[in-house]
């Protein structure tokens, strides 16, 4: 994990950075039982947290497998507070944008934005993070939206091989080959079962935090995530 999200700050970095390994520009620290690990960049005026949780696909329910994918992509349909489109739009009035990407050993949240704007969007995921309630009829019309691209993959041959392939490269090892779920266990999807998930990876799976940005931005968001 931490080669990728090296290789990932390096992409990052690649515009204004000298060819030198950039690990040893990586800062280190423990902060409120958190991992934090800072990559200064002082040159543009934006900031970018990962947040890596050592748990994936494998930690799917043999019944529902999907489920972790879904919990994250889904922390954006809803909260006691604000709706779907609400989040949405504070992520698009303040130019930040939230990813997710589950593999099959740890997941990673992605969220970046403009330093100016950096206490209102670092604020807006820890809500997600603590309050996320996945309304029930987000959570079926979410549900109903990636079965129907699982049911028209026989329209997309290179997306079809491609599942095809995953399927039978994990079938006879320890790995899950259905990381974002299939129409049986799409279809088992609610808010009972990706409250739970979401709840197990907040307070039982170990997170590192790693920020790119200047001092002022990675003190706020150490400030703010708890």
Request: net charge positive; proline share 4%.
């Amino acid at each position: 994990m931490k080669k990728i999200l090296i290789i990932t700050c390096s992409l990052l970095f690649a515009r204004f950075t000298s060819a030198r390994d950039l690990s040893t520009m990586i800062q280190r620290e423990t902060k409120d039982s958190l991992n934090y690990n800072w990559v200064q960049n002082d040159k543009f005026p934006t900031f970018d947290v990962f947040i890596k949780f050592s748990d994936g696909a494998l930690g799917d329910p043999k019944a529902i497998p999907g489920l972790t994918n879904a919990t994250f992509e889904g922390l954006t349909l809803g909260t006691p507070r604000f709706s779907k489109a609400e989040i949405q739009d504070s992520f698009d009035y303040f130019a930040s944008s939230l990813n997710s990407s589950v593999y099959q050993e740890y997941s990673v949240l992605h969220l970046s934005g403009l330093q100016k704007d950096i206490i209102p969007t670092v604020k807006m995921l820890c809500h997600l993070l603590n309050q996320a309630s996945y309304p029930e009829k987000e959570v079926n019309l979410y549900s109903n939206r990636m079965i129907s691209g699982l049911q028209n993959l026989e329209s997309s041959p290179a997306q079809l091989a491609e599942r095809v392939h995953t399927a039978l490269l994990y079938k006879n090892i320890h790995a899950a080959p259905y990381p974002t779920g299939t129409i049986q266990s799409l279809k088992k999807l609610s808010q009972k079962n990706l409250k739970s998930h979401l709840a197990h990876f907040i307070k039982s799976v170990e997170k590192n935090i790693y920020v790119v940005g200047n001092l002022e931005a990675y003190q706020t968001i150490t400030s703010i995530i708890k």
